[in-house]
């Protein structure tokens, strides 16, 4: 018999081809019994790994190829402690610069299985452990290897060290090589490579190649036999300080009855009842640390939305993790933890994106590095990238590439459609090499390319994190754990999201600036507005750009569809929207407007009244199949969560099977069991619980509030705070249209950030593109009195030359210089000085003579002396001050840029977005600047897209079909304005418009 004891998968970034998966499926193919993985200083896929080696029979042997060019050494696990040395010994590589294996394995070598072709190593260590092998890699020069074997009584094994598990993938091998190294094909150089044979040869080829030494191959038995453990944590708790002879429960208890008289008031049998339910589940199950940390790493901010499955549960909602009501709003506490539950609790929390920093610092800070650290994102090769990188190795140029990768957009390849097909290059042709580059770059999507901090993970650990998992240091500066999150939660770490919100950073802005400019106090904690007629109606309208979550075009057509604005119906409809959904929305939207149904099947018909007889949250499956096939709460939970896992497949097709024969038992026929199958695969994509809904909810409706009641205030806060789903540009627009006035930067008028008040929004200097954080700060810092002028600000500020030109040629100085060439009046009395009136030709004159005076690029004391005679030039002319306007930031603000084009518009017939509704079932003309699009498919796998227009009278939504969409894609941008032709379509009393044609204004 043989065993691979040195294997390695993708996830040995930039050599391995194979995923674990594939590796194991290959294996139990050729007949083994075991198998290791040893991936390169990682143990990035593990979970996966133990996964898939049980799925296909084959023992899992843990380990991983640790070490540095020059010495090397594969170390496998035998028992716990051995686990705990390799993980300290992978994170001592990762972290240490001064690493080296000489001083690592004699001190952290007990339990582990060594194999090394190191003579220093095997030397070293041949009378400090008795499980030392000399490693032969075939193909690899071993004579001398094998001669100290023999002087020394080590035992020699056998290894493929193999890269990948079929010969061609030598190619993708070279592939990831050369863009590893940055570097093309033809300059790879042999060593830095794997020999071509370096695969996952079967028995018969290993004793072929190691026929001058069959006892290799035999003790490759040996060293298998000592490694029998693998991972069985439990779930890891972190670690609480409950007072003297305390234990966490009580601790939890007492904060969340003295939570329950904050929120309620006084403690009725509903709230008691439901409190001592759920602190029995979490008592029963250990989860009380769980809380007591989230609580005291929430009471870091004022301003938090506890989302996810946690924000079914009132102890949440008692201690101020969570803020939605769980008993008003029936949400379901055994969706977030339950008797059948092994898996840890999830307990996200969201915090203002600009704050969210400070709260992980202060997670490190009490916890330490040691037992504290984020949970990783692991970085794969998508199509775009795959096609770029796949044809710089190929030695292409990078303006061949990028008439290739530029025109095709990041979010193609989630369509699914092959590159030839987009149709952008239906005339590209794509001559010789581009055939076999597009070929291998389908071979590198989803391969592990590097590892990146995820959005928000964090894990606290009673002890080391290295007893459970390997450490690095993230590009960023933060230490990570090597595990992504779907192998933290399976390995029993428990994973906490600290995420970053910018709409809680919006209600917070917002907040502020109506209590600065009317005296209004508001607080985001008790701001509850669900029953504000002005925000259900804006809702119920779909008026929502910049309000969290209900902004993108098809949850804005939703509202218009639905008409209702409530608090229950937006909580469904933040679920029902995803894509995978989509056919049951107009089920839905037919049944809320009184159409009579019927339920999928009687069993289930009280489960989803509330919901018009669809699944719509994930703990609708879970009802489900218990109902409707008699699963136990334990199977029924673990197919909610395996449905959009791809590494557990062949568990979903087991439950699969389970769920036909247990509904065929209760009476359903084939059809009604193929119907709910069908809508329970509808949450294979993303999918919600209805606590996070409703978390996210609320948020919405705080937000909604501020926008109908503070218009000026919130969309200042949101292009701020720059974390909407659309442009500056769309929002500037929307602002006009919401009869706002969009004023300039103004040296006197304008702060960091933009500002608004009553009927005015103000841009930031923040807008200015290149003006330096130091001349924002400057301005804004020593602005105790109105800047008089150009040259009064800059003796007070010190600004650069090139700070100075950009605020001039950003227009700041026009108003204190009485430059009125954008006839935009000031909004305080001593803004427009009388004294001066210099143009902008004028002031960037005097800067340039100025600065050639001093031979300096600071301004220093440039403007300390007074000046020479200055050339009188005359103010720029209009189009030159619009082109300024774009230069300096980014896009129009003194008017619409369909104004320009004013003339030609009123050639033309065309009909306003306000007038859509008059024209239902007509073809009309309309002319519109693109603001988004989002590119799908069709069930028959074609490309179309749905596209936002405007003009200046409204929102246009489009839809391209797959004929328009190959006809006039490829034109479409957002840097100028379009005529559209179309049909006028109505949906529920939404209009929206079915292009046909599309040309250039």
Known sequence: MFVHLNTHSHYSLGWGTTSPEAICRAAARMGCRSLALTDTNNLYGLMFFLDYARGFGLRPII????????????????????????????????????????????????????????????????????????????????????????????????????????????????????????????????????????????????????????????????????????????????????????????????KAYSGARRRYGTINDDVRDRLEHELSLIDDKGYAPVFLVVEDIVGQSPRTCGRGSAAASIVSYCLGITHVDPIRHKLFFERFINSARVDPPDIDVDFAWDERDDVLDYVFGKYGVDRSAMVANHVSFQKRAAIRETAKVYGLPDAEISAVTGRIGHGFSFIGLPVEEHPALRDHGFPDPWPEILQWADRLVDIPRHVSVHCGGVVITPGPTTDWVPTEVAPKGVRIIQWEKDQTEDSGLVKIDLLGNRSIAVIRDTIAAVKENYGVELDYASLNPLDDPDTQALLARGDTMGVFYVESPATRLLQKKAGVGDYEHLVLHSSIIRPAANPYINDYLRRLKGEPYEPLHPLIGGILDDNYGIMVYQEDVTRVAMELAGFSLADAEELRKIISKKHKHRRLMDLRQRFFAGAGQRGADEEQINRVWDMIMSFAGYSFCKPHSASYALVSFKSAFLRAHYPAEFMAAVISNQGGFYSTFAYISEARRMKLRALPPDINESEIRYVGRDDWIRVGFMQIKGLSRGAMEGIVARRDRPYSSFDDCLRRVELSPSDAKLLVKAGCFDRVEGNTALSIPPLTANAKSKHHHRTRP????????????????????????????????????????????????????????????????????????????????????????????????????????????????????????????????????????????????????????????????
């Open 63 to 254: 380990g991983a190829d640790v070490g540095l060019p020059g010495c090397r050494a594969t170390l496998l696990v035998k028992n716990r402690v051995g686990y705990s040395n390799l993980c300290r010994i992978i994170t001592a590589l990762h972290i240490n610069e001064d690493f080296d294996l000489h001083d690592m394995l004699p001190e952290r070598n007990e339990g582990l299985v060594i194999l090394t072709d190191n003579a220093g190593l095997l030397r070293l260590l041949q009378r400090r452990t008795s499980s030392l092998y000399a490693e032969l890699v075939a193909g690899q020069p071993v004579r001398q290897l094998l001669k100290l074997a023999s002087q020394t009584g080590i035992k020699p094994v056998a290894t493929a060290r193999a890269f990948w598990v079929e010969e061609a993938d030598y190619h993708l091998h070279r592939l990831l090589r050369a863009i590893s190294l940055n570097t093309t094909l033809d300059r790879l150089d042999r060593s830095e490579l794997a020999p071509p044979h370096a695969c996952l040869a079967d028995e018969d080829a290993m004793r072929e190649m190691f026929n001058f030494c069959p006892e290799a191959v035999d003790n490759t038995v040996d060293a298998a036999a000592e490694c029998d453990w693998t991972p069985d944590f439990g779930i890891v708790y972190p670690e609480v300080e409950a007072g003297a002879n305390g234990r966490a429960i009580d601790l939890l208890r007492k």
């Open 842 to 1001: 004028q002031l960037l004159w005097r800067l340039a003579l100025s600065a050639d005076r001093s031979g300096s690029d600071t301004q220093g004391d440039l403007f300390s002396e007074s000046p020479p005679s200055i050339p009188n030039p005359p103010e720029y002319s209009e189009a030159t001050i619009l082109k300024l306007e774009i230069e300096t930031l980014g896009f129009l603000i003194s008017r619409h840029p369909l104004e320009l084009y004013r003339d030609r518009i009123d050639e033309k017939r065309v009909v306003q977005a306000v007038d859509l509704p008059g024209h239902v079932g007509e073809k009309v003309e309309f002319i519109g600047w693109l603001v988004t699009g989002k590119v799908v498919t069709t069930k028959d796998r074609e490309a179309m897209e749905f596209t936002t227009f405007e003009d200046t009278s409204g929102l246009i939504e489009t839809v391209f079909f797959p004929d328009a969409f190959k006809r006039f894609s490829h034109i479409l941008s957002y840097t100028r304005p379009y005529r559209l032709f179309g049909r006028v379509e109505e949906d529920f009393g939404a209009v929206t418009v079915t292009v046909e044609r599309a040309a250039y204004l």
